[in-house]
């Protein structure tokens, strides 16, 4: 299979928490993380977690890392229109693993 | 601190012509990296550079695409001829080798490619 997995689409309202998730192989990387892509522009880094943590939370995102069965899962807390993006998570240690990517989008 | 640059942000092409891709990656920055991106996939890792050599180009179509990076700092890609599956964006990216978050990638906004 895919080194990384993601489902492909999500859609929600305004206001609602949005939770994107996403299954690896490889465990080798020290920290994984969470990039967006706006229409027409390249990959921003949106947040990272180290891979010693279960959980980060930084402002309106919590990143969550279960390592054991290899998943890890990006929330976002009172999503906004302009969240609506395509997200990657992305293994740190090996260039090659972009996944397909979750498109969010938000209907306010 | 400057972003990573990258040119044209646009070029259209018919197929068989030859198109070439220019990338600034951030200074300091020591990996480079070329991704296509076919639209509604995830990047596609192209050729990955360490100061001037090639640290990976599994990936690359070496029939028809060539990239350099002479000096260690600025790169081409390069593809000719051109297919019409060739149409996407073609993303530059780099990083550190160490530092706070080894492996953080940095983009540019990305060289569209349509092959008509």
Known sequence: GEDVEQSLFLSVREGDSSVINCTYTDSSSTYLYWYKQEPGAGLQLLTYIFSNMDMKQDQRLTVLLNKKDKHLSLRIADTQTGDSAIYFCYMGRRALTFGSGTRLQVQP | ?116
């Open chain 2, 1 to 116: 601190e400057a972003g990573v640059a990258q040119s044209p942000r646009y070029k259209i092409i018919e197929k068989r012509q030859s198109v070439a891709f220019w990338c600034n990656p951030i200074s300091g920055h020591a990996t480079l990296y070329w991704y296509q991106q076919i639209l509604g996939q995830g990047p596609k890792l192209l050729i990955q550079f360490q100061n001037n050599g090639v640290v990976d180009d599994s990936q690359l179509p070496k029939d028809r695409f060539s990239a350099e990076r002479l000096k260690g700092v600025d790169s081409t890609l390069k593809i000719q001829p051109a297919k019409l599956e060739d149409s996407a964006v073609y993303l530059c990216a780099s990083s550190l080798l160490s530092g706070r978050r080894p492996g953080e990638l940095f983009f540019g906004e990305g060289s569209r490619l349509t092959v008509l």
